[in-house]
């Protein structure tokens, strides 16, 4: 960073210190307040299988030993603990002038699925997208941060992070809910090992995560700062 973008970035966080003080330092409770309070926002832990109710063919029954995370599988798996409900229907598809009709095993929500539910997809077309989110992630602790630095008229940092997970769903404890969606066990065995990060910029109120954005995290001259 040059002398005159060093000088700006320090302008701007005096100004804003001079406007509510301890609040605006780049230190690690601020941070951690910051990221906890995204987590808490958007720690949702979650797993989708697209638009509900969902088809599964013949095909994917036949697929379901070379295919351990295949739909057939996935489907049997939330059924087997009770978040779906399957039965054999008609459906049929057009094309190249002629309607095809085969069968297939539908699956639909439960009822026990509902307190699991986060809507998903594009609302603007009616969307029946919907995850099942079977935890929470929360801060475990923060590693380093680079920054601040000015890009854009923003200052800001990336936090490097570790996560735990919080308020585990039974179901996912289910083996063949594991099997079926190998990414329940990543998340699992990641915490307080897996590094995650998030982009934490200045704001009138503070310091507010905002997601992920390698902008800041690769700006020359970026400080970094390692916390063990």
Known sequence: ???????????????????????????????????????????????????????????????????PGGIANRMAALEAVGLARSAEEQTEVDGFGKTVRYKVRRYTLTAAAKPFLRAGGDEGQDARSNDLCWARKGLDRLIRWQGPVQIGGRTGLRVTYTYRVESVADWVRDDAVQAAFSEIAQVLAGAGKSESKLIVEMTQDGWEARGVDSDYGTHRGAAFIRRR
């Open 1 to 67: 960073m040059n002398r005159i973008a060093t000088t700006a970035l320090l302008l701007s966080i005096a100004s804003l210190s001079g406007c509510g003080g301890a609040k605006y330092d780049a230190n690690e409770s601020n941070l951690r307040t910051a990221v906890t309070r995204f987590l808490e926002m958007d720690g949702d832990v979650c797993v989708s299988v697209g638009r509900w109710p969902v088809d599964v063919s013949e095909v994917d029954m036949r697929l379901r030993q070379a295919v």
